[in-house]
């Protein structure tokens, strides 16, 4: 094992200290490597430095302009720092060059979203669900996508499938009863209302719709 994948297995255990130290080690020994600018990037966005991870990251492209992983760890932290038109162009970058993983399509599709495009964050999340279709937190999203561009019955299918998947998502049975509601299923949306409350009890959006639903069932 290199002392690349030693300091990511660091890493991964919270040991940062010692993996930042094996980084250096490796940078020093092989300034070309563009890996380690791009493990020390993400240790250094781990961290919260994000201006230092965006050098390192832009270090590494300076190396290597095809490496695909530092568009992606740059398009990240930008992300997090709520620069989301810069943050697609990095993700896109990544893609560019190869990288065809659900976990782009994901933050390419909030990237969209935060940015209100919605018909690019449809496209990006249903590329993530395709990819992953075990990934309950892309298909909220694909879902609260659709939902928002007024597909509600398609939207409705896939929150179906989102609780069948995990069923304490909260936020799936509220939108399953916002679905409900609006396709006039009162009783059906009081017990989407009542199983996102189960799951999450302060969910303030579940009990503002369970109580209008039995304000509702009240008036009949």
């Not at 493990?39 to 302009?65: S, V, W, Y």
């Not at 395709?130 to 892309?138: G, R």
């Not at 694909?142 to 398609?154: G, H, I, K, P, T």
């Amino acid at each position: 094992m290199d002392k690349n994948q030693q300091a990511m297995e660091l890493l991964q255990n919270g040991d940062f200290e010692e993996a930042a130290r094996l980084l250096n080690e490796q940078m020093e020994a092989e300034p070309n490597d563009p890996v380690a600018y791009i493990n020390f990037g993400n240790l250094l966005a781990e961290a919260g430095e994000d201006d230092k991870a965006i050098r390192f990251f832009t270090k590494a492209l300076q190396i290597d302009e095809t490496a695909a992983t530092a568009y992606y760890g740059a398009g990240n932290v930008l992300y997090n720092r709520e620069e989301y038109a810069e943050a697609i162009t990095m993700y896109k970058g990544a893609q560019q060059q190869g990288l065809e993983d659900s976990s782009l399509f994901f933050m390419l599709g909030l990237s969209y979203l935060q940015s209100d495009r919605l018909p690019y964050a449809i496209a990006n999340f249903k590329r993530s669900v395709e990819l992953d279709e075990s990934d309950a937190e892309a298909r909220y999203y694909y879902a609260l996508s659709l939902a928002q561009q007024e597909e509600v019955d398609q939207a409705e299918a896939e929150f179906r499938k989102v609780v069948e998947q995990d069923p304490d998502h909260a936020d799936a049975h509220y939108n399953l009863g916002v679905a409900a509601l609006f396709n006039e299923r009162v009783e059906e949306a009081l017990s989407c209302f009542e199983k996102a409350l189960e799951s999450e009890p302060e969910h303030a959006l579940a009990e503002n719709g369970r109580q209008q639903v039995q304000q509702l069932l009240g008036e009949k």
